[in-house]
């Protein structure tokens, strides 16, 4: 299950945000790579502007509500089947038919207005929150979807009053991603590591204290750092990458403290992992 909080939203919320359906770091400005980062966030901000726009709605028909928001997050979130759960509600419905067909769907729909209808999260301008949360959905068990097109048949819709969704998407394995992990800034850590050991070569001290400076502040200023929901998502490989870099970065600062801390983090880890592989 995909088992969002409240919390986890608003977590989300607070630390992210997007610019041009790009996701950014809101402390730093950064660009966020991690596409499970991105499909939780997008899914946080569908989640939240949907609860949201009930709550104003409802407060604008009837001048006020006995329910906070929160509650409207709630039954949002269970309105969505975010948390796998099953009841009456329409978007609930379309969601779990989903996750089970082969990637082929129709449903008849009265009338033709996408924009009011449970579909409306795989239409603009919701498309690109509505679909992260269908991955996300689907990389639950393990797959991942591509190609989704929706199409609308109006040919009955003059005589009938009907119209016909149609649901088109392609279903594949997820595979993980297990990219190397890098300090943020490596390319000019990689860049200053080069000059430094060029100006060694040539007996430059005065070099070599400069670089060895400028890699310090880089590392002091801007440590390589993960959020909770970029640790959730690594592989163990990437932990111990991790854990790896933290010493590194404490070696040149000349922390003996910090690089035993995060020595110690990696032995742990390490046991860990043999202790689950003598259990499988």
Known sequence: MINITIGEI???????TIT???????????????????????????????ARSSYQYTIKQFGKTSKNLEWFIKQTMEKFSINGEFNTFGINKLINNLLASNGHYEETMS???????????????????????LKLKFREKNLDISNFNLTQDLSKLQHDGIS??????????????????KHPLNKILEELEKLKK?????????????????????IS??????????????????KEQFFILKMKEAKI????????????????????????????
């Open 10 to 16: 608003n977590n989300l919320l607070k630390n992210y």
């Open 20 to 50: 041009n359906g790009i996701v950014y770091q809101k402390e730093n400005g950064q660009e966020i790579k991690d596409e499970d980062i991105i499909l939780k966030f997008k899914t946080a901000r569908l989640i939240y502007n949907e």
């Open 111 to 133: 009338g033709s207005d996408l924009q009011n209808s449970k579909f409306t999260i795989f239409v603009e301008p919701k498309k690109d929150y509505g679909l992260a949360y």
């Open 164 to 181: 016909k969704i149609i649901i088109n998407f392609n279903i594949s394995p997820y595979k993980k991603d297990n990219k190397p992990i």
């Open 198 to 218: 060029e100006a060694q070569s040539l007996g430059d001290d005065v070099g070599v204290n400069y670089y060895e400076s400028n890699i310090k502040n880089i």
């Open 221 to 238: 200023e801007h440590p390589l750092e993960a959020s909770p929901e970029e640790w959730d998502n690594y592989t163990l490989e990437q």
């Open 253 to 280: 600062l000349g922390d003996k403290d910090s690089f035993n801390y995060w020595h110690a983090n990696l032995e742990m880890l390490k046991s860990q992992d043999k202790e689950e592989t003598l259990k499988r």
